[in-house]
């Protein structure tokens, strides 16, 4: 191969002219721009600054976190394919293996809810399918500031109708997430959507372009002019102005497109007509088109006029960063450009050739046969200079961590009306107001639903299964990054060993704020070091993730969330075990025991609107020993339910298990002696923690189990029948209520709020 | 040949239930637009067409309404010409 | 028994629905859209999903389909037709069953498992169960909530075909267990002839104890039954 | 105070692609109808409302507009009078 060097490319007419200011325009620094001349060995055109720039934003280029991402653990025997392609792909046994990777769409949610959602379920969908892998599932993570304003709930509201109706229309059951209502989210929205797809090994394709002169097709919708620089813009902060600026990248999602390019991509792939597939996402063609030739170790060269577009007059510069949903560049094998284009024309939808592979390693843009852009692909792909910084902890929030809660743990007696009022706040509440909204049992596959700790789908001929779940609580991440990382992760695990799933890899979504601030840049450092401690214990490598920095409004960044998409295997779906109690009569045993922390917990944001203390701490290897205890119990059959506690504690975690779904609600009678205040006995979140039940008769085999792994385990009471409540009585303090008054609590919080006429209090 | 835009305007019977309708007025009534006393909710249709005249515009319209765009059982459409557009003819 | 179930862009309970079928002994094949020909099956299956996006209406652009045409000479040839939510909506565009599917009124999609009240236990796809008998079913729609005129309304309830009922836990049917604002809680009907029925709820997810009831099973055997014993 | 009947239409931004009109139009042309060139959907709203005179009207079904009836960042709207409804005043 010829090293590649940019020939020449003359202005092209109408362009701008390149000055500092236009430079600026397009996010890239000084020292990043003189890179680019030093690559290009001249000055770049318009167009071919507005590549680099798309490249070399954050969201592409991965700047500020790549070194970071660099210490996780990505190897283990199952990991088939790790970070670096559309998804990250595990062995799942029997032939079978699974792609997964969660994505965020923060900005475009935040200036348009319900197409931003929607969108981001759309690329996600696009990640998995283009593995070679068929959708099976969906989940998504969610964080809003608290709903008692008309905007955050504008925002709820539309994120989750546009998350439901994308994936209910292409036919991907949603099978679980999370969601958080805190201040700390106000004016920047998280959304993070998850998809698994499930394959068989020798259907695994990878994006890359090899093959001198193989042609490049566009396939699916056509190019518009949506959101424009949206990976620029992905990597900006917002500001009170944004709603204004920002209106021209609104995408707009078709759901019925993807339905059918998600059909026609797998069929392609079935056909061997094609070597390569991509989608066009973030920065559309020019990123699809850059990696798959920087992968490939070739070049492309693309003609702008044989893009099918949608409206009249686009520049190559537009076609290059439209980011028009639904599209996917295809690299066919020679003479196959028929075949392909017949398959896409049986699901009604259009492909064009739209270029070939070369071998000079260029990428090169055409219009109407003359060179606009002529770019090295390799320096432009991987040459973004990558920054470590300085890390600071913010002394603000030393002081928060620090603070005396003395006078918050002083209440004790009858704790009923704070246990109501935390079992009704949003965050601990129930979200069927949520995932009722979501088609949760298309393809009937789905063997655990949201509601449970982990969904599950079942893999179809085979006795196997796989779960997934997300986790992360932003306020332990905010009080103390590395332990609040390694708590998400830790979360995870616990939420897949209830369901009686191995915890085997994790994707993760970094949501940040800007990296350029110090204080910023040492909660991301913290945060991947915990990341890479938890892993690395339990054994789950890191197969892929997103990473979307910047979230602020007005200076003001959200809390550090490091989203863990966690998923696991079943062997034996016959074995799965679910939260809810089954029987009255049943022990109920709590595994772990409480560490006695306070801070970060739902209980002091609902009764004294802090954010503040110790988070909980988090032991490694008392977590492991927890899962194989747990996992041993699910293969022993000794339990009828288990159930990860985590916001508002051990008595919310009780009444989520008595009350399941609402339509078999059972009372419980617990009773435990802790040396603690009552509130934390109660209400502390402390980690490493799982209720079970068991029948009377195998409480002894559950016990001697969790002393095998040296799990500490006691008996705390029994699930009674509904009539008799719901009574926990702890040193010192108690609650005792009805099943109908928790019910109530529980089942309602979410859509009284919700369901109220739009604007009541506006 | 021309190209005309037409605008199709279609709505809920008289009668039947219209539960955006009914959402949206309740949602005005309580950000305190308390003289509404109805509100139907129909869609508007923007067709862009070629044909030899106004005329004949408006028939294929109403046509589709007919045939596709509105449903007999439960909607009412009208159509009305929005305007000749330029560039066109050939 | 040979069932045909057609795929329409769109559709994405199609392979549900074979499996459903081939479960209960159905020797079952996707038809495509576009097709045309369904000369020599037994019943005729409309899936689940969006077809066309369920843009303009649910079920208009269907509707429209080359196959339609054969799926309605078919149903007045006395032919078994099933239409199962996205089915149903079709089937109401086409003018097979009467009245149409309009928005849900909480305005919102609603998945869920509801209770079904089985009304007429005669039919040629009710047979297995008994009258009265209250199956638990998962919804998941967006435009399930059931309206005709009055004299149309008034004409199902006389000739008793009105074959599901949404119901609360004691079986009533009350205004709670409705999840869409249907007229008189209805979940599906037939046509006069009773060979063809539409029904919101999908009795093809609810075939085994794993995904959490095997109540649809009996709509398939006794679809299969009758056309055994014909 | 008298009642009016305004009727407004809610259109998708001009460039914003729209998924209805393109299925719709994919139909239309499947029909026969092959010299429609383009189709945008829409929403027609009906407001039936009390106001001192047909200016407060339109202002207010202006204001309903901003405020809940269109997406600002997705949606252009316009309002018009369809006319003052009998049997009204008080
Ligand atoms: N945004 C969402 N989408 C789908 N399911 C959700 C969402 N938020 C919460 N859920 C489901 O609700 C249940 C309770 O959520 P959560 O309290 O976050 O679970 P846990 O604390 O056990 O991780 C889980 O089954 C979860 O999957
Ligand atoms: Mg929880």
Redesign the interface.
């Given at each position: 191969m010829i090293k590649p060097t940019a020939a020449p490319v003359p202005p092209r007419k109408g362009d701008p002219e390149i000055t500092a200011e236009v430079v600026a325009d397009h996010g890239l620094s000084p020292d990043e721009y003189e890179r680019v001349q030093q690559i290009m060995g001249r000055t770049p055109t318009y167009t071919e600054l507005g590549v680099f720039s798309a490249m070399w934003s954050e969201h592409c280029g991965y700047k500020n976190s790549k070194r970071l991402l660099r210490l996780l653990p990505t190897k283990a025997p199952w990991v088939i394919q790790g970070p670096g392609e559309n998804a990250g792909v595990i062995d799942v046994g029997e032939g079978f293996a699974l792609a997964f990777k969660i994505e965020s769409h923060n900005h475009p949610s935040a200036?348009?809810p319900y197409?931003g959602a929607a969108t981001g379920v759309g690329g996600i969908l696009r990640d998995i399918f283009t593995m070679g892998a068929r959708p099976v599932a969906v989940l998504d993570s969610l964080r809003f500031g608290d709903l008692d304003t008309g905007r955050v709930r504008y925002l709820f509201g539309g994120v989750v109708?546009g998350v439901?109706?994308y994936g209910?229309?292409?036919?991907i059951p949603n099978i679980g997430g999370e969601v958080q209502f805190d201040r700390g989210y106000e004016g920047n929205p998280i959304v993070n959507a998850m998809c698994l797809g499930l394959m068989k090994h020798e259907d695994l394709i990878t994006a890359s372009a090899s093959g001198d002169g193989s042609p490049l097709m566009a396939v699916g919708?056509r190019t518009?002019?949506?959101g424009i620089h949206g990976a620029t813009f992905a990597s900006e902060e917002l500001s009170e102005d944004s709603?204004e600026s920002s209106?021209?990248q609104?995408?707009?999602?078709?759901?019925?497109?993807e339905?059918?390019l998600l059909e026609a991509s797998l069929e392609l792939i079935a056909s061997g007509a094609i070597s390569g597939i991509q989608d066009m996402g973030a920065a559309g063609i020019t990123s699809s088109g850059s990696e798959m030739a920087g992968r490939g170790g070739s070049g492309i060269e693309m003609e702008m006029t044989d893009v099918p577009i949608?409206?009249e007059g686009m520049t190559p510069y537009e076609i290059l960063l439209s980011e028009?949903?639904e599209r996917m560049l295809v690299v066919a094998k020679p003479g196959r450009e028929d075949e392909v284009r017949q398959i896409l024309e049986?699901?009604?939808l259009e492909a064009a050739v739209i270029g070939r592979v070369t071998n000079d390693g260029m990428f090169r843009v055409l219009e109407e046969g003359q060179v606009v852009a002529d770019i090295p692909a390799l320096p432009l792909t991987e040459g973004c200079p990558t920054y470590e910084r300085e890390g600071i902890e913010s002394e603000e929030i030393v002081a928060l961590r620090t603070m005396d809660l003395t006078e918050h743990l002083i209440p004790e007696g009858d704790l009923t009306k704070s246990f109501l009022l935390l079992l009704g706040s949003p965050n601990v509440a129930s979200k069927?107001w949520i995932?009722?909204?979501?088609?949760?049992?298309?393809?009937?596959?789905?063997?655990v639903?949201p509601g449970g700790d982990s969904g599950v789908i079942?893999i179809r001929g085979t006795r196997r299964a796989v779960a997934a779940t997300t986790d992360c609580n932003g306020r332990f991440v905010y009080l103390e990054p590395r332990t609040g990382a390694m708590a998400a992760v830790a979360e995870a695990a616990r939420n897949l060993v209830c369901v009686g799933a191995l915890p085997t890899a994790i994707t993760n979504n970094l949501n940040f704020g800007n990296p350029l601030k110090a204080h910023i840049y040492y909660q991301l450092r913290e945060a991947v070091l915990g990341m890479r401690d938890a892993c690395g214990a339990f054994e789950t490598p890191v197969t892929g993730g997103n990473v979307s920095l910047f979230n602020e409004t007005d200076g003001k960044a959200i809390y550090p969330t490091p989203v863990i998409g966690m998923v696991g295997v079943i062997d034996d779906?016959?074995k799965i075990t679910r939260h809810a109690f089954q029987n009255a009569g049943d022990d109920i045993v709590l595994l772990g025991s409480n560490t006695g922390e306070f801070g970060g917990s739902e209980y002091l944001y609902v009764t004294a609107g802090l954010v503040a203390g110790q988070p909980p701490s988090v032991d490694l290897d008392g977590e492991r020993a927890l899962q194989q205890a747990v996992l041993k119990m699910n293969h022993e059959e000794v339990l009828n339910s288990a159930h990860d506690c985590s916001e508002g504690g051990l008595a919310s975690a009780l009444a989520e298990c008595a009350l399941g779904d609402g339509d078999a609600p059972f009372g419980v009678d617990v009773e435990l002696d802790e040396d603690l205040r009552p509130v934390i006995s109660l209400f502390g979140e402390s980690q490493g923690r799982i209720l079970v039940s068991a029948s009377p008769d195998k409480t002894e085999q559950v016990l001697s189990l969790a002393a095998r792994y040296e799990v500490p385990a006691m008996k705390i009471g029994t699930v009674t029948d509904a009539d008799a409540g719901f009574s926990v009585k702890v040193r010192g303090g108690s609650v005792a209520a009805s099943t109908a008054d928790i019910s109530e609590a529980y089942f309602t919080a979410i859509p009284k709020i919700m369901?109220?006429?739009?604007?009541?209090e506006? | 040949m021309s190209q005309y835009r037409l605008e199709v305007r279609v709505k809920p019977r008289p009668g039947l239930l219209d539960p955006q309708g009914k959402a949206i007025h309740h949602s005005l009534n309580s950000l305190g637009w308390e003289g509404v006393s109805d509100i139907r909710v129909g869609k508007a249709i923007y067709v862009d067409m070629e044909a030899d005249s106004p005329d004949a515009a408006l028939e294929a319209a109403e046509a589709m309404c007919r045939k596709l765009l509105a449903n007999p059982v439960t909607e009412d459409f009208e159509v009305s010409m929005v305007g000749e557009l330029e560039g066109a003819g050939s | 028994m040979k069932v045909a179930v057609i795929t329409f862009p769109g559709s994405n309970c199609d392979y549900d629905l074979y499996k459903a079928a081939q479960q209960v002994g159905g020797d079952a094949s996707f038809i495509w859209h576009r097709e045309r020909g369904i000369e020599g099956y037994d019943a005729v299956l409309l899936p689940g999903g969006f077809s066309y996006g369920d843009y303009l209406r649910a079920g208009a652009i269907a509707r429209m389909s080359p196959i339609m045409e054969d799926v309605i000479s078919f149903a007045n040839a006395g032919g078994p037709v099933l239409g199962i939510c996205n089915g149903f909506q079709i089937l109401c565009e086409s003018g097979l069953l009467p009245g149409a599917l309009m928005h849900n009124n909480s305005l919102k999609f609603e998945s869920k498992d509801v209770l079904l009240r089985v009304e007429r236990a005669d039919t040629m796809f009710t047979a297995d169960y008994k009258a009265g008998q209250i199956l638990r079913i998962p919804i998941a729609h967006g435009e399930g909530n059931y309206e005709a005129d009055k004299e149309t309304l008034e004409a199902l309830e006389a000739e008793g075909r009105v074959v599901f009922r949404y119901v609360n836990a004691a079986g009533e049917t009350s205004a709670n267990a409705n999840p869409n604002g249907s007229w008189h809680n209805i979940a599906g009907i037939t046509n006069r002839a009773g060979n063809v029925l539409g029904m919101m709820p999908h009795p093809e997810r609810a075939m085994e104890e794993l995904l959490g009831s095997t109540d649809g099973v009996a709509l398939f055997t006794s679809m299969v039954a009758s056309l055994q014993t014909s």
């Open positions: 200036v348009e197409q109708s439901g109706d209910n229309c292409v036919g919708a518009g002019r949506d709603d209106r021209p609104v995408q707009v999602g078709d759901p019925f497109t339905k059918l949608r409206e028009s949903q049986k699901w009604e069927q995932y009722h909204q979501y088609d949760t049992t298309v393809r009937t596959a789905t063997a639903r079942r779906v016959s369901d109220a006429p739009a604007g009541s506006a | - | -």
